[in-house]
């Protein structure tokens, strides 16, 4: 699986850490965290992309559409977040093939999260 590939829970965990670095660090972006704990987000999103990714634990948390549909989320700015993920991974010296194929499956949440 993807998730074997990538180093397991260790690894999603610390690429999905970066991902939330590289967020707050981008003020087009980085206002829609504003009064989240970062360390709970990070948690629940290694999870979600641990299950997504084919590990061994279902995801158990919300539903993502109702999660994100009162945000104004645009296609650009998903663009952009999907940006930072491609980022943080080619940063833990994933291979680029690898890092591509981990974008895909975050890819598949656009819908959900993209209300404006
Ligand atoms: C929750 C924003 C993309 C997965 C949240 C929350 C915010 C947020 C603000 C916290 C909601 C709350 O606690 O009240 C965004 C924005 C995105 C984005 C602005 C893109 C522009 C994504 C992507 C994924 C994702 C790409 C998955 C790969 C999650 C998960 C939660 C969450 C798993 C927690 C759900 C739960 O509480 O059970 N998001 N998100 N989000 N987001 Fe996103």
């Excluded at 093939?97 to 993209?114: F, I, K, N, S």
Aim: glycine share 10%.
């Amino acid at each position: 699986t993807l998730f074997e590939q990538l180093g397991g829970e260790a690894a999603v965990t610390a690429v999905t850490t970066q991902f939330y670095a590289n967020i707050q660090a981008d003020a087009t972006v980085s206002n829609f965290f504003n009064g989240i704990n970062m360390a709970d987000q990070t948690t629940k999103t290694a999870s979600f992309l641990c299950a997504a990714l084919g590990g061994p634990k279902a995801w158990g948390g919300r539903n993502l559409k109702e999660v994100h549909a009162n945000m104004g989320v645009t296609n650009d700015q998903f663009t952009t977040v999907i940006g930072h993920l491609r980022s943080a991974l080619t940063s833990a010296g994933v291979a680029a093939d690898l890092v591509e194929q981990t974008v895909a499956v975050a890819e598949t949440v656009r819908g959900d999260v993209v209300t404006a």
